[in-house]
Nanobody, 125 residues
């Protein structure tokens, strides 16, 4: 049974930083993707960052490129998302998810079959 658990999040002023962590457990190998997806009220879900653990390749959306960084901790079952230079438009619920059928870091949203409970990020101006 694959489980995904996020932590981190919170409130910060514009220009500040936050760090999110995601632990994925229960998958027998590293041939899958872990991604961060966010959803703001009234907006569609947006893939913002992902890593294909098999080869370490990463994907970042244009909206976060250069400000957000993925990193692996404690082997490959903990992924962190360091978010710097936060903007009010980054305010959203952030979800970590695992895609066990992905073949590349830029996996489509529908490929993410295991989701965490979400963590709120609020950026004030």
């Amino acid at each position: 049974q694959v489980q995904v658990v996020e932590s981190g999040g919170g409130s910060v002023q514009a220009g500040g930083s936050l760090r999110l962590s995601c632990v994925v457990s229960g998958y027998p190998n590293n041939d899958y993707c872990v991604g961060w997806i966010r959803q703001a009220p009234g907006k569609e879900r947006e893939r913002i960052a992902a890593i294909y653990l098999r080869d370490g390749s990463t994907y970042y959306a244009d909206s976060v490129q250069g400000r957000f960084t993925l990193s692996e901790e404690n082997g490959k079952n903990t992924l962190s998302l360091q978010m710097n230079s936060l903007k009010p438009e980054d305010t959203a619920m952030y979800y970590c998810a695992a895609a066990v059928t992905c073949l590349r870091a830029n996996a489509d949203l529908w490929e993410y079959s295991y989701w965490g409970q979400g963590t709120q990020v609020t950026v004030s101006s």
